[in-house]
């Protein structure tokens, strides 16, 4: 989805930006020092490239190089966020926000979606005339094609799993699917009926388990229910073995089949985060938690039957009134039971699943609200959303809770700016929620696509 501003060709190479900064003054005894000690830092501002016109989409990316003082000394803006200038008028905004004791001037690179480069430089202005200063409009244009927006590249190093919940005809076997549908390439599949020896994490092996809490389709009353369990996966390695295994099971005959008993979840290796890093995953999942409800169907979403069976509310589990309580809440865990303990009050059935983590018995966060589903776009989507929530929740400084009135629009934008940072999964899952919207009064127990081996979620 093009995010053009002065037409709607997504085809535009060119966009009209300003330059600037923000400011707010921090009182003294509030501020941080600075790395030396010595200096408190009480300048707080926001540098920014506003584009005010054209094709925001036709800009890959904004580098913000901020001197040898600043450690990290760049900073990169690939997913800008909708706003509102002063004067009203709309703009898409890349941009970085610090903290400093004094002034510097920035050197601004900007890339276009087709390798275009353009660099400008703009020194701080420390008092609120910065954000009101009238700044001369420049201009960008990309003299090559513009390729689509792609995603940010998977860790090479990143472990993760999956589960896909489905049902198949009861004239066809789990071991008759092993023995005829999977890629020769991943090895043998191995079947077990045993529920408990199968979700054992595997480093090799893909499996087949069995799930007697799942239900058969009303069209297909006997059937077999299982799981397809995933070896440990890594990297952009592991997406591509993935989508093998997928095209794979598209040519199971009868069609394999979900509903929305069946989910879809996805393990992310977290053994090299601290206790204090689990945590703020956990405060952005809070956090964010009403976002995530908005691109998933109506059963994935907290209040329905399903959602209260299978994937609870990582929010309500915490308690307290306001997101800033169950923040400080969550601030004040001192191990991973603790904090597990507050996550997922009465065992793993929520959202987000710590338990693993306290039973040592593999070293994963689970997310578990996905509906069930075997399209590769969707199932890959969501691994590098949670992949880039865990990771980038854990590197970045603590996150804060949204001010009151703040809608979901914002809100879904201030996720994807500042913790996803990844611009393609961002329009894909905005589609998603304005798709969701569309069919809010939809009963999505079953339909059409179901028959495919696809979930009645869009």
């Known amino acids: 989805m093009a995010l053009t501003l002065s037409s709607n060709n997504g085809n535009i190479r060119k966009a009209s930006f300003l330059v600037g900064n923000t400011y707010k003054r921090i009182p003294s005894r ?3 020092f600075d790395r030396s000690h010595r200096h408190r830092k009480t300048h707080d501002w926001v540098l920014y490239v506003d584009i005010v016109g054209g094709n925001p989409d036709c800009i890959e990316r904004v580098l913000f190089d901020l001197g040898s003082t600043f450690e990290p000394q760049t900073f990169i803006s690939s997913c800008p966020t909708p706003i509102r200038r002063p004067n009203g008028q709309r703009a898409w905004r890349f941009s970085t926000r610090q903290q400093s004791y004094g002034s510097t001037s920035a050197t601004i690179a900007i890339r276009g979606a087709g390798g275009t480069k353009k660099e400008v430089t703009h020194s701080i202005i420390l008092d609120d005339s910065g954000s009101r200063k009238k700044s001369a409009i420049q201009y960008f244009e990309e003299h090559h ?16 799993g999956i589960e896909l919940e489905v049902s198949s005809a009861n004239s066809l076997d ?7 549908y999977f890629p020769h390439s991943i090895g043998d599949v191995y079947v077990t ?3 408990r020896d199968g979700r054992e994490a595997s480093n090799s092996l893909w499996k087949i388990v069995p799930d007697s809490s799942l239900i058969c389709n009303r069209n297909m009353p006997y059937c077999h229910k299982f799981e397809v369990v995933s070896c440990v996966l890594q990297g952009g390695k592991g997406l591509s073995e993935l989508a093998s295994v997928l095209r794979s099971l598209e040519n199971v005959s009868p069609a394999l089949k979900v509903n929305k008993s069946m989910g879809f979840h996805v393990h992310i290796d977290v053994s090299k985060l601290s206790v204090q890093q689990l945590i703020k995953v956990c405060q952005n999942f809070i956090k964010y938690e009403d976002v995530m409800d908005s691109f998933m169907p109506l059963s994935r979403r907290s209040g329905s039957e399903e959602c209260d069976r299978y994937c609870k509310s990582n929010r309500d589990s915490v308690g307290q009134d306001t997101n800033k309580q169950r923040h400080v809440a969550l601030e004040n865990c001192y191990d991973v039971e603790s904090l597990a303990d507050m996550i997922n009050y009465d065992g793993r059935y929520y ?16 997310f578990r609200q996905h509906s069930a589903t075997l399209d590769y776009t969707k199932v890959s989507s969501w691994i590098r959303f949670c992949t880039a929530f865990v990771n980038n929740s854990a590197r970045l400084a603590s996150p804060k809770s949204f001010q009151e009135g703040r809608d979901l629009d914002f809100q879904f934008y201030a996720l994807f700016q500042y913790v996803i940072k990844d611009r393609a999964l961002r329009e894909f899952y905005n589609t998603r929620r304005h798709l969701m ?8 127990a079953c339909c059409t696509s179901c028959h495919d081996g696809h979930s009645c979620d869009g």
């Open 145 to 160: 094609g513009l390729a689509p927006l792609h995603h940010v590249k998977m860790p090479d190093m990143q472990r993760f």
């Open 174 to 180: 789990p071991q008759t699917i092993a023995d005829n």
């Open 437 to 444: 919207s569309n069919n809010s009064n939809s009963n999505d």
């Open 193 to 195: 009926g045993d529920y």
């Open 30 to 32: 509030e501020a941080d």
């Open 351 to 366: 959202k987000l699943n710590l338990q693993n983590l306290v039973s040592g018995r593999q070293p994963t966060m689970e």
